[in-house]
């Protein structure tokens, strides 16, 4: 029984570490990509005021938006400027993270 | 919730063979682990605050970061031409550090002497040897007043101010405006780029202008700029000087400051000699004196080149470069966005190398720079920079990016919230 617990415990870790393995490029990538939005966004997305908060926002939400940013559907000053160096790919990785990210 | 586990429940809680328990597993793994290295960090402007902070918060706090400054207070470049054009305060842009020790970062007050890159040791004036297990260089920039012999003593730099890097100097100058004649002419003169900040010199002569134009109006402002053009957003600023200030600034061209005379107050260039009530002159600059100390200049005797995947330094590995002092990328501005991208990626990097997970092979960054025309109305320039694997630097993304299309009140507003919101990405 009690061999059995310690490889279990064993398992466990062996486990977390994959894990950590297997998402740690992925992860960094959306984090990374949304830490370029957020000298005026607020760190993780919790804008002190004045821009748009990204924290919590769906992603389908923040994909949306950059969508009509791009196409010039939605009026911006700086937005259709900064939206147009992201690929898709790019943009749904950042709204993945920022989705994730704690409103306060 | 992980943290209220004993540790006997814990592993109860694992023998029972919950799917869960792996995520357990990873919320307290760090609350167990020593740190995995220091790492200090000279120099608490955009660059170097925003650094420490970040390989604090993606390093899960197992990092140990040091924050060394000389000043107790953070005074923002960004917003400091609005001071001299009298709608904000000094006090409207000067910060702490108290919140950076919240996210863990320890913050020396002290200044740095030496670094001694072979044992890894920083040398202080107050306090003893720090070592390192890497170094984090945001040094900001040191004037060049060797190429100006008349401003290249401690007096002359007491009465002809560059006000280029906020604080006290940004007070005098506003005092040396305020006292200034009616019909006065303040000279503003630029240097080659690169300098920090290329539209900043064309801002504070329309913030200089504006202030001119409701208190003293038969006053001037003449830029003698050392560049062929302006360097930045011209046609912006072109339309808000006919436009706004017609007759008040008077812009000259190839006027490259050789010399300042502080008694008969005039600058000289190559063949003109101009005099003003107020001259405000902006030194060539080159990376801050404590990159030549720890040797990882390496271009011109001036600039840091740096790896752009990790902001590593090309002459030292274990020396991570950022902000102003280093040899910018391909229209890339030295600006605070610009540093507080740099920041980022130094982050991701040196939490990269001290964990061994991957280096980030595809690093971004976005650059998004106002400019005031007055108290109210701004203009921008924002670009989109991509790491290019061949050319190994960081290029703008084809289409992306622009200018204003016109100044407007609106983008006074967003300019305002920019800065509220990189002080605080900045100083957490």
């Given at each position: 029984?009690?061999?059995?617990?310690?490889?279990?415990?064993?398992?466990?870790?062996?486990?977390?570490?994959?894990?950590?393995?297997?998402?740690?490029?992925?992860?960094?990538?959306?984090?990374?990509?949304?830490?370029?939005?957020?000298?005026?966004?607020?760190?993780?997305?919790?804008?002190?005021?004045?821009?748009?908060?990204?924290?919590?926002?769906?992603?389908?939400?923040?994909?949306?938006?950059?969508?009509?940013?791009?196409?010039?559907?939605?009026?911006?000053?700086?937005?259709?400027?900064?939206?147009?160096?992201?690929?898709?790919?790019?943009?749904?990785?950042?709204?993945?993270?920022?989705?994730?990210?704690?409103?306060? | 919730?992980?943290?209220?586990?004993?540790?006997?429940?814990?592993?109860?809680?694992?023998?029972?063979?919950?799917?869960?328990?792996?995520?357990?597993?990873?919320?307290?793994?760090?609350?167990?682990?020593?740190?995995?290295?220091?790492v200090a960090v000279i120099g608490?402007g955009f660059g170097g605050?925003?650094a420490?902070?970040?390989?604090?918060?993606?390093?899960?706090?197992?990092?140990?970061?040091?924050?060394i400054?000389?000043?107790?207070?953070?005074?923002?470049?960004?917003?400091?031409?609005?001071?001299?054009?009298?709608?904000?305060?000094?006090?409207?842009?000067?910060?702490?550090?108290?919140?950076?020790?919240?996210?863990?970062?320890?913050?020396?007050?002290?200044?740095v002497?030496a670094v001694?890159t072979?044992?890894?040791?920083i040398?202080?004036?107050?306090?003893?040897?720090?070592?390192y297990?890497r170094l984090v260089l945001s040094p900001g920039v040191d004037f060049m007043?060797?190429?100006?012999?008349?401003?290249?003593?401690?007096?002359?730099?007491?009465?002809?101010?560059?006000?280029?890097?906020?604080?006290?100097?940004?007070?005098?100058?506003?005092?040396?405006?305020?006292?200034?004649?009616?019909?006065?002419?303040?000279?503003?003169?630029?240097?080659?780029a690169p300098y920090r900040?290329?539209?900043?010199?064309?801002?504070?002569?329309?913030?200089?202008?504006?202030?001119?134009?409701?208190?003293?109006?038969?006053?001037?402002?003449?830029?003698?700029?050392?560049?062929?053009?302006?360097?930045?957003?011209?046609?912006?600023?072109?339309?808000?000087?006919?436009?706004?200030?017609?007759?008040?600034?008077?812009?000259?061209?190839?006027?490259?400051?050789?010399?300042?005379?502080?008694?008969?107050?005039?600058?000289?260039?190559?063949?003109?000699?101009?005099?003003?009530?107020?001259?405000?002159?902006?030194?060539p600059q080159k990376a801050a004196g404590i990159a030549a100390k720890a040797g990882v200049i390496t271009a011109n005797n001036r600039w840091c080149g740096v790896d752009w995947l990790t902001m590593q330094s090309t002459a030292n590995p274990d020396i991570h470069v950022l902000g102003d002092a280093t040899l910018s990328a391909s229209?890339m501005p030295k600006s605070?966005?610009m540093a507080n991208q740099h920041a980022?990626v130094c982050?991701?990097g040196v939490?990269?190398?001290?964990?061994?997970?991957?280096?980030?092979?595809?690093p971004?960054m976005?650059?998004?720079?106002?400019?005031?025309?007055?108290?109210?109305?701004?203009?921008?320039?924002?670009?989109?920079?991509?790491?290019?694997?061949?050319?190994k630097t960081l290029?703008?993304?084809?289409?992306?990016?622009?200018?204003?299309?016109?100044?407007?009140?609106?983008?006074?507003?967003?300019?305002?919230?920019?800065?509220?919101?990189?002080?605080?990405?900045?100083?957490?």
């Open positions: 029984m009690k061999n059995v617990g310690v490889t279990l415990l064993a398992t466990a870790f062996i486990g977390c570490a994959l894990a950590l393995q297997a998402s740690a490029q992925d992860a960094n990538l959306g984090r990374n990509l949304a830490a370029t939005c957020t000298h005026c966004h607020g760190t993780d997305g919790r804008s002190v005021g004045g821009t748009v908060a990204l924290a919590g926002m769906p992603k389908e939400q923040l994909v949306q938006a950059m969508k009509e940013f791009k196409s010039g559907a939605r009026p911006a000053t700086v937005m259709h400027q900064l939206s147009k160096g992201y690929t898709e790919q790019q943009v749904e990785l950042m709204g993945e993270y920022f989705s994730k990210q704690k409103i306060h | 919730m992980a943290h209220a586990y004993k540790r006997r429940d814990f592993i109860k809680f694992l023998a029972a063979g919950a799917a869960t328990s792996t995520l357990a597993a990873c919320a307290t793994a760090p609350e167990m682990q020593k740190p995995i290295g220091r608490g605050a925003a420490a902070k970040y390989i604090r918060a993606w390093s899960g706090d197992r990092i140990e970061v040091i924050l400054e000389r000043s107790n207070l953070f005074v923002s470049c960004p917003m400091s031409n609005l001071v001299l054009g009298g709608s904000q305060k000094i006090g409207d842009i000067t910060m702490d550090y108290a919140k950076l020790r919240a996210y863990g970062v320890q913050v020396m007050r002290d200044e002497t001694d072979s044992t890894k040791r040398k202080l004036t107050r306090s003893e040897d720090l070592p297990d007043y060797e190429q100006l012999p008349g401003l290249n003593n401690a007096n002359a730099q007491e009465s002809i101010l560059h006000a280029w890097k906020a604080g006290a100097e940004t007070v005098a100058l506003r005092k040396q405006l305020e006292a200034m004649r009616d019909g006065g002419v303040y000279i503003l003169s630029i240097p080659r900040c290329p539209p900043g010199p064309y801002e504070r002569a329309c913030l200089v202008a504006f202030y001119f134009a409701q208190a003293k109006p038969k006053s001037k402002v003449l830029i003698l700029d050392a560049n062929e053009d302006i360097v930045s957003k011209k046609g912006l600023f072109l339309k808000a000087w006919s436009e706004r200030y017609k007759g008040i600034i008077e812009y000259h061209n190839n006027q490259e400051a050789k010399d300042v005379d502080p008694r008969g107050m005039a600058v000289k260039t190559d063949f003109d000699s101009f005099k003003g009530d107020v001259l405000n002159v902006l030194p229209l605070a966005s980022k982050a991701a939490v990269a190398l001290m964990t061994g997970e991957p280096v980030n092979q595809a971004m976005t650059n998004t720079c106002y400019s005031y025309v007055s108290d109210k109305d701004a203009v921008h320039v924002a670009s989109v920079h991509a790491y290019d694997a061949t050319e290029k703008p993304v084809p289409g992306s990016g622009g200018l204003s299309s016109a100044a407007s009140e609106l983008e006074g507003v967003y300019a305002t919230a920019w800065a509220r919101n990189i002080w605080a990405d900045t100083l957490g």
